[in-house]
């Protein structure tokens, strides 16, 4: 069974970075795609970013394109989503998800491994 485990969410103010890490563990050589999704309070959990297995695709939101960089260690399992330019509406908790399929895809149900979450509050 595979597991995700996200770090380094945190408090920044608007216009600062933050670098979120996902670590997967118990059988990641399975994993294909991985995404990065987010969830502010009340609303839905909506996609963020997306990279292929070997890193080859990636695919982002309309809204960070530009100021988010999805790239990944397949060394040490790890997925990493850079966040530059935050703004406070970005407010939300950030989930990894992986795939057992390379397809590069933007809907949560197509995930099929999701860790449990790490807060990022962005401050005006």
């Known amino acids: 069974q595979v597991q995700l485990v996200e770090s380094g969410g945190g408090l920044v103010q608007a216009g600062g970075s933050l670098r979120l890490s996902c670590a997967a563990s118990?059988?990641?050589?399975?994993?294909?795609?991985m995404g990065w999704f987010r969830q502010a309070p009340g609303k839905e959990r909506e996609f963020v970013a997306a990279?292929?297995?070997?890193?080859?695709?990636?695919n982002y939101a309309d809204s960070v394109k530009g100021r988010f960089t999805i790239s990944r260690d397949n060394a040490r399992n790890t997925v990493y989503l850079q966040m530059n330019n935050l703004k406070p509406e970005e407010t939300a908790v950030y989930y990894c998800?992986?795939?057992?399929?390379?397809?590069?895809?933007?809907?949560?149900?197509?995930?099929?491994?999701w860790g449990k979450g790490t807060q990022v509050t962005v401050s005006s």
């Open positions: 998800a992986a795939s057992m399929s390379n397809i590069v895809k933007v809907t949560p149900n197509f995930y099929d491994y």
């Open positions: 118990g059988g990641a050589f399975s994993i294909s795609s």
């Open positions: 990279i292929s297995r070997f890193g080859s695709t990636t």
